[in-house]
């Protein structure tokens, strides 16, 4: 009759989050799910640099300065007493990121998730404000008659 083998079992080797054992210590088997734990996320589609990986930050980042610097600009002229210009650039400039997200391959850190969602978002918002920028009252420069007949269905007594 065979010894009984008193050693204590060996550390299983964790190459990855994949390959981790499970409860029982037995090797995980390969699939295509997702890890368990990561330990970092994944860069979003086209936020690679803009420019050479030698460039300076500010060139890498290029895309990204010119939507903030346009919103800054924006913000800027409101807290001047230009509503109407500056939330029309703020406006401008997220549709100016949505253009951008679309044309350019690589954007840097403008491209938060996907290419569908980012341009979605960013143009959405963008038109929203232009909208609500040119129908800011007094003297709208755009006004949409739908609207003030729901207004005023809304709110009769």
């Known amino acids: 009759m065979?010894?009984?083998d008193t050693r204590e079992p060996a550390e299983p080797t964790v190459r990855d989050?994949?390959?981790a054992p499970d409860s029982e210590g037995r090797?995980?088997?390969v699939t295509r799910r997702f890890p368990l734990f990561?330990?970092?996320?994944?860069r979003p589609e086209g936020g690679g640099r803009a420019a050479p990986p030698?460039?300076?930050?500010?060139?890498?980042?290029?895309?990204?300065?010119?939507?903030?610097s346009a919103a800054a600009l924006g913000l800027l002229l409101t807290a001047l007493d230009?509503?109407?210009?500056?939330?029309?650039?703020?406006?401008a400039a997220l549709l100016a990121g949505a253009f951008i997200r679309w044309i350019l391959?690589?954007?840097g850190m403008l491209a938060v998730r996907s290419r569908f969602t980012d341009i979605a978002t960013y143009g959405v918002l963008g038109l929203a404000i232009v909208l609500l920028a040119m129908m800011a009252q007094p003297r709208p420069w755009l006004e949409?008659?739908?609207?003030?007949?729901t207004l005023h269905f809304t709110v009769t007594k």
């Open 2 to 4: 065979p010894a009984e």
């Open 144 to 149: 949409i008659p739908f609207l003030k007949d």
């Open 27 to 29: 090797p995980r088997r």
């Open 17 to 19: 989050a994949i390959s």
């Open 82 to 91: 230009l509503f109407r210009v500056g939330t029309l650039l703020i406006g």
């Open 38 to 42: 990561t330990r970092d996320t994944a």
């Open 54 to 68: 030698d460039a300076p930050a500010p060139a890498r980042q290029w895309p990204l300065l010119v939507v903030l």
């Open 105 to 107: 391959p690589s954007v």
